[in-house]
């Protein structure tokens, strides 16, 4: 398991990564990836819904293995596929897909396992069923869950109280703007799809985030 201590205050989620992301490439994506790792990114999950097991599988192994050549003390997760999570020696991250939490811990041994929870009671759940951390959401509204209210900050608060020990990382419409009021709330850091892959300026919205955080 990972120690709550070791993890990174921001996790940077490679959506798109094999199948590509709105009008940009898959190829564009991960150079996106790449050079938020080579400027610091430490904490990177590998998501994409929109292509087949294998096809994330055979889109995985070279993606990973660039970025731990770029810095091989990355954490580094695997949404929903076990299989390519073990493949890889890498971490699991579970939610709605996938495994449920005890058996995705039970398959990940000791790599880190993150869960994605959407209420306090679920937090303390994956806590108690031995996630090395959660991801809360939405925290804001975001355009990819149109209609959905946000959480807002004081169910960061509460989750992080019932998650005790188990780090809770904010995910949904969190801008640098945002992310300090997230930390001020409880949550150990922050987790960044679009405020990172499709901000204009990349690098600059990555040291937004680092200071905020």
């Given amino acids: 398991?990972?120690?709550?201590?070791?993890?990174?205050?921001?996790?940077?989620?490679?959506?798109?990564?094999?199948?590509?992301?709105?009008?940009?490439?898959?190829?564009?994506?991960?150079?996106?990836?790449?050079?938020?790792?080579?400027?610091?990114?430490?904490?990177?999950?590998l998501r994409d819904h929109g292509v087949a097991p294998e096809g994330f599988a055979r889109a995985a192994l070279p993606f990973s293995a660039t970025l731990r050549a770029l810095n091989p003390a990355m954490v580094l997760t695997v949404n929903t596929h076990a299989a390519v999570a073990r493949l890889l020696g890498a971490g699991l991250h579970v939610g709605r897909r996938g495994p449920g939490v005890a058996a995705a811990r039970r398959g990940a041994g000791n790599a880190p396992l993150g869960v994605s929870v959407h209420t306090v009671e679920e937090?303390?759940?994956?806590?108690?069923?031995?996630?090395?951390?959660?991801?809360?959401?939405p925290i804001f509204p975001t355009a990819s869950h149109p209609g959905t209210p946000g959480l807002r900050t004081e169910p960061i608060r509460?989750?992080?109280?019932?998650?005790?020990?188990?780090?809770?990382?904010?995910?949904?419409?969190?801008?640098?703007?945002?992310?300090?009021?997230?930390?001020?709330?409880?949550?150990?850091?922050?987790?960044?799809?679009?405020?990172?892959?499709d901000a204009p300026d990349p690098l600059a919205a990555l040291r937004a985030y680092q200071a905020a955080l």
């Fill in 1 to 45: 398991m990972t120690a709550p201590s070791t993890l990174p205050r921001l996790f940077l989620i490679a959506d798109g990564f094999a199948s590509g992301r709105g009008r940009r490439s898959p190829e564009a994506v991960c150079e996106r990836v790449f050079r938020l790792v080579e400027a610091g990114v430490e904490a990177v999950q």
């Fill in 123 to 137: 937090a303390r759940e994956a806590a108690e069923a031995g996630a090395d951390f959660v991801f809360l959401s």
């Fill in 158 to 197: 509460r989750a992080a109280e019932a998650a005790g020990p188990v780090p809770v990382f904010a995910l949904g419409g969190v801008t640098p703007k945002r992310a300090g009021a997230c930390r001020r709330a409880g949550a150990h850091g922050a987790a960044v799809l679009s405020g990172l892959l």
